[in-house]
């Protein structure tokens, strides 16, 4: 960071990695480096990359929108080989990070926490694309993301995560890990995409059940789901699950039952 004038922007979410036995086990938890491509979004000066290079990363992709950190990058190609990293200038959230190197594709990431949600989001809807996520973002969203119905952290993340991918919480990384340190405690996930999702649905209908119950989550599903339209009594009758619930106590499965009922009544079945 001195070297190279790196002063870190909190526009851009940076908060640097530089103790190695950290960047090298958050590395390995991505499993086999040596097959097909890894991706790491916001590599910063390149703490985590030194970790996956060091771990074995065969073909290592690394995307980039702070252009100050090229040089820092260019000096661990250098080192590493070029042909093992490729360096991309661009923003991750307008790239289609799926159609980078050849697969088997996994995403290694210390993500920028302004960003990191809705960039994951977009990752989460490629379970045919991606054999592994590792993300570190705040605890907190990874409690929501790795939550179970009934507890407190469970919500439209844990859905939107679940349904296609298997989510584990691996292990907590203190704000003195960071440079600068950031205001919260971070956390590291492993998602796995299931070999098919938990129950049928589709995406955008599920999306939109999902929104509604949990708009209103203190209420019970007989008075949120009235803003999908229709008669939330009669849709809820139809998926075999009690009005008088609340969003925080359906299953995945329970959501894409409420999702099919309400494709299945717009197609008029
Ligand atoms: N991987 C480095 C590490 O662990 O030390 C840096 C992590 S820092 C939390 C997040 C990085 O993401 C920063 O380098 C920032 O410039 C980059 N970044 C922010 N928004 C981005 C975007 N939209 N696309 C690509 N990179 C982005």
Same mark, same amino acid.
């Given at each position: 960071?001195r070297?190279?004038?790196? !002063?870190a ?8 990695? $530089?103790?190695?036995?950290? &960047? ?12 097909? &491509? ?9 703490g ?7 771990? =074995? %990363?065969?073909?290592? *992709? ?14 661990? !190609? ?22 980078? =190197? ?13 960003v ?13 694309? $991606?054999e ?21 952290a469970y919500?439209?993340?844990?859905v ?25 405690v971070?956390? *590291? !996930?492993e998602?796995r ?9 589709? !995406? ?25 339209g ?8 139809? %998926? ?14 329970? $959501? ?14």
């Open positions: 960071m070297k190279h004038g790196l !002063a922007r909190r526009s851009l979410g940076q908060h640097f990695l $530089f103790d190695l036995n950290l &960047t090298r086990r958050i590395a390995r938890a991505a499993g086999d480096l040596g097959r097909g &491509t890894t991706i790491e979004v916001g590599p910063g000066p390149g985590l990359t030194r970790g996956l290079l060091a771990e =074995g %990363a065969a073909h290592l *992709v690394v995307v980039e929108r702070d252009a100050r950190a090229l040089p820092a990058l260019e000096e661990i !190609a250098a080192f590493w080989g070029r042909e093992r990293l490729t360096i991309v200038e661009g923003d991750a959230l307008e790239l289609d990070l799926a159609a980078m =190197g050849t697969a088997p594709r996994r995403i290694v990431a210390n993500l920028p926490y302004n990191g949600t809705p960039m994951l989001l977009t990752w989460l809807a490629r379970p045919d694309a $991606f592994t996520l590792v993300v570190m973002l705040q605890k907190e969203v990874v409690e929501r993301l790795a939550a179970a119905p009934g507890s407190a919500g439209r993340l844990s939107a995560a679940q349904w296609h991918w298997q989510v584990r919480r691996l292990f907590d990384v203190a704000p003195s890990a960071f440079s600068p340190p950031p205001a919260v971070s956390a *590291v !996930a998602l995409p299931h070999a098919k999702p938990l129950a049928e649905a589709d !995406a955008k209908t599920l999306e939109r059940v999902v929104a509604a119950a949990f708009g209103q989550r203190r209420k019970m599903l007989r008075q949120s789901l009235k803003s999908l229709g008669d939330p009594l009669a849709l809820c009758a139809a %998926a075999d699950i009690d009005a008088t619930r609340r969003a925080e106590t359906l299953s995945v499965e329970e $959501f894409c039952a409420l999702a099919r009922v309400v494709s299945a009544r717009r197609a008029g079945v």
